[in-house]
């Protein structure tokens, strides 16, 4: 019995290790040839891993035009985003959370209603109204693209921040009152330390869905100093018929960098806050 | 995109109701305090969301190209839009399309999702923990990023898909064109998308796995069941909700997919053969220029999302609400 359990289990382990080398293949693949020199890259035959690692690839990508320009406009318009839809959000998300309101249903229900819209049904409502506000020409466009960014990331983090606000247990703050402190007093000195850990992972997803978003950023920046990171990588090859895959893998993989580190900072308890209530609820 | 755009599923409903009960003393005392609290909110979402919804309505009604676009309003033309919207073949051979490529892409996420999170619970902690930071780092992959490394190892010239199948035996795929067909190319668009979901619904349905009781299974088993038998008397009935609602958030974001097709099949193979909604929607709007027909479109578009939305919309009130 314990024998056939054994046996079962090493099975089990290599289907999950196939499973492993299948899932990770493909982002290896782009680090490895990004480190690959150009005839190894283009041999018929492919090296499983860069026997003669370069940068050149990195340095092409980096010195390519636009580049430094569309990490500056990337860095422009995720920050912003992330500011403003922050701190407009934790203050909903404490009327949701520690407030009875009539209209809080509808609210609710709008704010999970607009997660579900199609972002690719609103570029046009949102390049026309832009436009008829002057938002679309170059000087304000980064502007522009914040507002149109604010669409995803302001119900997403009232939502989240609603949940990791009621994770807090009402007794600590009560106990503050009790001890004497306004109400506000109580807000400041327990409730935001309690909730930091929420407010950085909950900004750490706006960012990186910002970071991420292609199509509002590919409408509205038309203009190439304007671009950000993701439409300067989908602009990579162009039209032109010899693709340097090199330079692209490199510049996919300097995308991917910026997510890769905050996520794998937060996804513990973001996936563990997200998945927490549905199995119950 | 909106894969990765994480959707907040609500949290122990239990715990939500503790935090909602306050004294009722404070309860009357601060309504204000709430209204002004959600007022920046709303004010934001009426003016970058409500105000472009009625003017989406409203565009839908008019004649609205460039023209149009630099002097600031429609011409009213009624239904037109809708009219030639609904009398176009390729309209219908598009939602047909988007529906058959959501069934399959829902299937099998879904579907290998469960298997892999079912994998998880009986493989050794050592390969467990690999296996699921191999699929953090999945899940962390830009999508612009893994449609640029999609395409590299789906090239006809040298991908090493191609070399790999030829490899194996699988038949000659030297110099296939993964893109020449429609089939074949959303095939790719369909790898692209489930390789990107996969790590989102497995991480969800292992932490479901966890509620399923082990002296249910262990009852089971020693009643002379299958396992089989087991998963689908035991496991699936605690796993129901959590299936539900991923799959209903599938169904919408697969539905409305944009730049893994766009990007993928590229703009030398997008036609009209194998045009997606999100891609038809792009493409006659913004694409051609024609903001009214395109409005007709996104409207029509998000009464179809909205239509599939209605279950999960409920289903998160009823979990995340305490009234």
Redesign the interface.
Known sequence: MTRRLRW??TG??L???A??VV??F??Y??VS?AFQPTDE??????SWFPAHPTLQHFRDAIDRPYFWNSVVNSVTIVGVTVAISIV??F??A????????SG??V????L??????????????????L??YQLTKNEYVLFGVI??Y???A???A???LR?F??????ELEEAAMVDGSSRLGAFVRILLPLVAPGLVATSV?VF??S?????FAY?LLSDQSKQTV?VW??A?YGTSRQ?D?GG??A??VL??IP??VF??FV?RK???????????? | ??R?????????????A???S?PSRR?RR??W???G??L???V??GV??A???Y??VR?SFER?GLFE?VR?SGHWIGLHNYGSVLHDSVFWDTVLRTVVFTIANVGLTIGLGTL?AL??V???PI??V??TM?????????????????Y??T?FE?G?LN?ILTKLQLGDFINHDWYASTFSSLSMVTLLIV?GA??FVV??VY??L??VPNELVEAARVDGAGPLRTFRDVTLPVLK??LL?LTSLSI?WD??V??QPY?LIGSSHIDATNYL??VY??IK??GNHD?GL??AI??L??VM??AM?VF??RQ??????V?
């Open positions: 079962g289990r089990w382990n289907i999950a290790l499973v492993l899932m990770v493909p982002v693949w782009m040839t890259i283009n041999d018929l035959t492919p407009l959000a203050l909903a404490v009327a949701l959370a520690k407030f009875r309101f809080r249903k609210f609710i229900v709008g999970i209603g607009i997660q579900m819209l199609p972002q690719v049904g609103l570029i046009i409502p949102l390049y026309v109204v436009s008829r507002i149109t604010m669409t995803f302001l119900p997403f009232v939502w989240t949940g606000l009621l994770n807090i247990p009402k997803f990186i869905t970071w991420n978003e292609f199509i409408v993701t990588l989908s990579f693709v895959w692209l893998m510049g996919s995308a991917a997510v890769l996520f794998g996804q973001i996936a563990f806050g997200l998945t927490a209530g549905a199995v119950k609820g | 995109m909106k990765d755009a994480p959707v907040a599923i609500p949290y122990h409903a239990a715990a939500a503790g935090a909602m306050l309860r601060f309504p305090a709430a209204y609290l959600i920046p909110v709303v934001a979402i970058i969301l105000y472009p919804i003017q989406l565009l609205y676009l600031h892999i994998l998880l009986r493989i050794s390969v467990r690999l296996l191999g699929l953090v780092l999945v899940w962390s992959m830009p999508v612009v990023v893994a449609v640029q490394v999609f590299w190892m090239n040298n090493v070399y390789w996969l790590p991480v969800t932490a479901g966890a509620q909700p959590i609602i919408i539905f409305g944009f730049a990007l909604m999100g929607v792009y709007g913004y903001f395109g409005a996104s409207l578009m998000l999302v909205a939305s999960y919309v998160m009130v009823k979990a995340g609400d009234e």
